[in-house]
């Protein structure tokens, strides 16, 4: 299973390479699509992670035993569809290219798959139809 | 051979007409030719579903008992404008509430109303003999009201810059939000379907055309706002803004699905409308004009950064724009629109229907717009002494 997980540092955990653990303890290879640290040394990683159901629940609670805070990212980018008018304002700005136009109706999909969760889409939108969960 | 609006509309009215949006015919008269294709279509449709900030609404609320003359006018917190008879208003679609956190405004007013909500409507007036009420506060929806037309100064603008922003800094603008150092670019034109751009020098399209707005029918009433025509051309077609049209339509004919309030972050309140036009192929001009494709359609770069004097940095086609990303001196820059192409071929889709089911008829204008028209800057000046006038 492919699972997409928000981890949450602080200052105290901070110099801790979650990656490196990953990889190690648990022959994961996670792939990092957004790390931040900021000023105060907090900030956060999201990283896309294959592995068994098991396994990828062993290693998240490591990773909660070491004082991180872990989440699951499902529904982390929501699209209310009724109110999207399609104008593709968002198209161009999203980093992970999500969002594209149909071809043929040249409606504006949106591939919550690669959303990195960097939220720069949510004030493109003048329709207030894009929401970040997270 | 040519074909009168009358031969037409008996067509429409037999349901025989031929009709094709100004899609579908850019590939008919590939194949069969200009020729060929004005015999046989009768009526191109066209479409746009944009951003019209020059939008608003004429409203009358009927009297109360006691009667009141509203001269401080707010629905739902937005400001209406109180300078017209009694219970008469204009509301303006850029309008913002108070309370701007809010991001509504007068555009959301208007969709509200389309869509059949109530309306919180609180008036005062000064008190008269005549009209002794001071102040109201109920109320109101699209059925209460008596009458209930968008009359919209400058809409459908004929072609539009494209946006981008070399500057170091993200902008927040009506064009969308532009990424730093040109990462981004946004255009706003539905290109071959656009109504002014299938009929550039409007040869057909005039004061009294009947066109679909918002989901009604509505009327093109004058020329709009910054008419201009002096604008440099391609293939006949202007590369810039240029021709706008004034427009008029029934609210109470509307669906809220064509009008909507925008909250566009950092600029602030517009309408997004649909608007479409169908042009009759009275002759093979018309028809080749309306045959236009987004590959001869043209639009410039301009840099958003500069307050103003912003000088066309590149020309692109709309079939480049479309295509996801265009070429600046050997950078890639990812394109997207602020109009809707899907909403503009719904427009044009819809309008071709309603055509084909007899229930749309062809209105003659019976006055043609402006053939010059140029735009005035404003100037900052003094005023002049009274001999100078
Ligand atoms: S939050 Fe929005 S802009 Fe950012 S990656 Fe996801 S879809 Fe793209
Ligand atoms: S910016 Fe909003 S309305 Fe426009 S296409 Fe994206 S989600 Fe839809």
């Known amino acids: ?10 200052e105290l955990n901070v110099g801790e390479s979650v990656a490196y653990i990953l990889a190690t303890e648990f022959g994961l290879k996670p792939n990092i699509v957004k790390a931040q640290v900021n000023d105060d040394s907090s900030g956060l990683m999201i990283f896309i992670v294959d592995g068994e159901e098991e396994l990828l629940d062993k290693a998240m609670g490591r990773l909660k035993s070491m004082g991180f805070e872990v989440r699951d990212l499902e529904k982390h980018i929501t699209r ?7 104008c593709g304002a968002c198209v161009s700005i999203c980093p992970s290219k999500s969002f594209t136009y149909d071809p043929e109706t040249w409606e504006v999909h949106l591939d919550i ?22 | ?15 025989k007409a031929v009709v094709c949006t100004a899609e579908e015919v850019v590939d008919l008269v590939r194949k069969k030719g200009v020729e060929k294709a004005a015999e046989e279509v009768d009526v191109v ?12 609404a004429f409203l009358n609320f009927g009297h109360s008992t006691p009667p009141i003359r509203m001269t401080n006018i707010l629905l739902n917190g937005v400001q209406a404008y109180g300078g017209l008879a009694a219970v008469d208003t204009y509301i303006g679609a850029t309008q913002m509430t108070e309370d701007s956190e809010k991001g509504y405004g007068g555009a959301h007013v208007i969709e509200d109303l389309i869509a059949g909500k109530d309306i919180h409507l609180r008036a005062t007036g000064p008190g008269t003999d005549c009209y002794v009420r001071k102040e109201i506060d109920t109320y109101v929806s699209l059925d209460d009201l008596n009458e209930a037309y968008l009359y ?15 500057s170091d800094k993200a902008l927040y603008t009506y064009m969308g939000k532009l990424l730093p150092k040109m990462k981004n670019a946004s255009y706003s034109s539905a290109g071959q379907l656009s109504p002014l751009l299938n009929d550039p020098h409007c040869d057909v399209i005039g004061i009294g055309t009947r066109i679909f707005l918002g989901g009604g029918e509505g009327y093109v009433s004058w020329q709009g706002t ?40 950092g600029y602030g309140i517009s309408l997004a409308l649909g608007i479409g036009v169908p042009l009759p192929i009275l002759d093979e001009g018309v028809m080749a004009r309306a045959a236009v494709s987004d590959e001869d359609l043209f639009a410039e770069m301009l840099d958003y950064s500069l307050p103003s004097g912003r000088v066309p940095m590149a020309r692109y086609s709309y079939a480049q724009l479309r295509s996801g990303k265009i070429e600046y ?10 109009s809707s192409y899907a909403g503009a071929k719904k427009v044009a889709q819809e309008l071709k229907d309603r055509i084909e089911r007899g229930e749309f008829l062809l209105n003659a204008p019976s006055l043609m717009l402006p053939k010059a028209g140029s735009v005035k800057p404003l100037k900052v000046r003094e005023a002049r002494r009274c001999a100078e006038r």
């Open chain 2, 1 to 15: 051979m040519a074909k009168t609006y009358e031969e037409i509309n008996e067509k429409i009215r037999s349901k």
């Open chain 2, 152 to 166: 919209n100064p400058r809409n459908s603008y004929q072609n539009y810059g494209v946006a981008t922003n070399t």
């Open chain 2, 329 to 338: 001196q050997g950078k890639t820059i990812r394109t997207s629109s602020m």
């Open chain 2, 45 to 56: 449709t066209t479409g746009t579903f944009g951003a019209m900030c020059s939008s608003g």
């Open chain 1, 80 to 86: 209310d569809k009724a109110r999207c008018w399609s």
């Open chain 2, 226 to 265: 910054q008419f201009k025509t002096d604008v440099e051309e391609v293939g006949g077609v202007p590369v810039a803004g240029a021709r706008t049209l004034a427009v008029i339509g029934d609210m109470k004919q509307m669906d809220p699905y064509y009008v909507r309030g925008l909250d566009i972050h």
């Open chain 1, 113 to 134: 798959d690669t959303c990195i969760a960097c939220g720069s889409c949510v004030t493109s939108c003048s329709v207030k139809a894009l929401k970040l969960n997270i």
């Open chain 1, 1 to 10: 299973m492919r699972r997409k997980v928000r981890v949450d540092f602080d």
